[in-house]
């Protein structure tokens, strides 16, 4: 007969890890994230020294860009190597790899949530076109960070004639886990957690490779009376660490927002926006999604779209769904984001990134660092630190429509808007059109060879992408092309007979 699952203290579990262990943690920024264990895992290593070396596995970036999080696990000894998609939430744990003190790898979200499928079944990893022609792509940099990382992890292979790429898959040891609940025999139900995120995968992928399971939980109850409701059986689970609520809050913005459990009507959660450059560019983008698309938006200015939507009234033309698994209502914000106010339904991520590789998305809104001639776009790499892709090259890759959003030029720009022209105040410091990016995240030539159609938004103006590369197609009202487009832009792009923006986007509403 099975035992009842062993309950014990978090000190208690995480002394179990031992040296050089491959650690799998879940959450997507605070959601579903185990703090307390690691947390407690930071402590112990501090006091004792051990664990040590360990090669640490994440699928979403996870941390509040502070302490919490993966950021409890940034020091020299501890982590040996870290594999992960987001590195700007935890930038304690990107300060070591840019200073060359950590192995680290910076892969697709959807490829690292996928693969522990894969690791889980022993499979040969996970073969996709997710991140060909891109910095990840081994004929560039295989996704490596710095110059202390060399074993190759991702390799070119050709089937049927194709180019595919192959990451390769490793032995799990422990997995950091958490859900709301576990019965008496160690089964897990996630009813109070905004994501379900890849709990099953990471359970099963340590399971089969002989290594241990530990499970943060907010309380034991004696059954679990829905069995369907059981996201992690408890035949997986080796530890349960019981928190009482302590450091288990439902994501890093909220101790418990009942709208992220439960379906519903309306836009609630979603703050009206001030007039500004921001919702120029967020209602232009706006335009762009059609009646009955099925979209993604990504974190920062994409966000803006879902509040001029529900400023217009017009959400319910379309289905929002997020990376982390919830379709429909509303993409919260900030340490919120991976959750939706009253979602239609949550999914694992595994299976959200399965529907989007295979081209679920009619539309994506995403956000952009630097953009060049190709329409190649960089979301990574920033002056002096290093944001990751997260689900960016997924997406990105395989929306049918990609709508680029991003200031015209950065760091200081102020605009106003008088009598419907624009007036640009402040011009920003940084060029965003730039020559050649820094990294490439999105390959422009590949996704005209794919069929994909492209807008690059700005305040100012639209720009599409073509076979001769960006082609300037809109200018706002009161913008000078010449003075105020083309010379901040590093390079020339086409110029047919641009039309003005839409008047819409510079009335407040």
Avoid at 373 to 399: P, T, Y
């Amino acid at each position: 007969m099975r035992a009842a699952a062993r309950i014990v203290t978090a000190v208690e579990a995480i002394a179990a890890i031992p040296d050089g262990a491959t650690v799998v943690v879940s959450g997507f920024v605070g959601a579903a994230h185990p703090e307390l264990l690691t947390c407690t895992l930071e402590r112990r290593f501090l006091k004792t020294g051990s664990p040590k070396n360990l090669t640490l596995l994440y699928a979403a970036g996870q941390g509040d860009r502070g302490d919490r999080g993966l950021n409890h696990l940034a020091h020299v000894g501890l982590i040996k190597r870290a594999i992960g998609s987001h590195w700007n939430l935890a930038p304690k744990l990107g300060s070591l790899a840019l200073a060359n003190e950590i192995e680290a790898y910076n892969f697709p979200q959807g490829v690292m949530c996928v693969l522990l499928r894969e690791i889980a079944a022993k499979r040969p990893g996970v073969i996709t076109k997710v991140g060909l022609n891109t910095f990840i792509d081994p004929r560039q940099t295989g996704g490596r960070m710095n110059g202390r990382t060399t074993e190759p992890l991702v390799e070119l292979v050709t089937l049927d004639g194709e180019e595919w790429l192959r990451y390769k898959p490793m032995p799990v040891h422990v997995g950091l886990i958490r859900a709301t609940y576990a019965d008496a025999r160690g089964n897990l139900s996630m009813d109070r957690e905004g994501i379900i995120g890849e709990v099953l995968p990471i359970a099963q992928a340590a399971k089969n490779h002989g290594g241990i399971v530990i499970a943060q939980v907010e309380s034991v109850i004696d059954r679990i009376a829905d069995p369907k409701s059981v996201r992690v059986p408890g035949i997986l689970v080796d530890y349960i660490v019981t928190t009482g609520g302590v450091m288990h809050e439902q994501t890093f913005g909220a101790k418990f927002e009942e709208a992220f459990v439960v379906s519903g009507d309306g836009a609630e959660g979603i703050e009206a926006l001030g007039f500004s450059e921001r919702k120029i560019i967020g209602c232009r983008a706006l335009m762009e999604i059609r009646e009955g698309d099925i979209v993604n938006l990504g974190i920062g200015l994409p966000e803006t779209v879902a509040a001029v939507a529900a400023e217009k009234g017009c959400l319910q033309d379309f289905t929002l769904t997020i990376e982390s698994g919830p379709i429909g209502g509303v993409p919260a914000s900030g340490l919120n984001f991976g959750c939706s106010y009253f979602p239609e339904a949550i999914i694992d991520q595994p299976s959200q990134f399965d529907f989007y590789d295979g081209g679920g998305i009619d539309t994506t809104v995403l956000g952009a660092v630097e953009i060049d001639e190709k329409g190649s776009v960089n979301v990574s790499q920033f002056a002096g630190r290093f944001a990751g892709v997260g689900g960016f090259v997924n997406i990105s890759q395989s929306a049918k429509r990609v709508i680029f959003c991003c200031t015209f030029t950065a760091g200081g720009l102020e605009v106003v808007v008088e009598d419907g022209r624009l007036r640009i105040v402040r011009e920003g410091k940084h060029a965003k059109f730039v020559k050649r990016v820094a990294q490439v995240c999105f390959h422009g030539p590949s996704a005209l060879a794919r069929g994909q159609e492209v807008l690059y938004v700005t305040e100012r103006a639209v720009f599409e992408l073509t076979r001769e590369g960006l082609r300037l197609i809109e200018v706002a009202d009161g913008v000078d092309m010449a003075v105020q487009v083309l010379s901040l832009m590093e390079f020339t792009p086409s110029i047919g007979h641009p039309r003005p923006m839409p008047q819409p986007c510079f009335y407040p509403s």
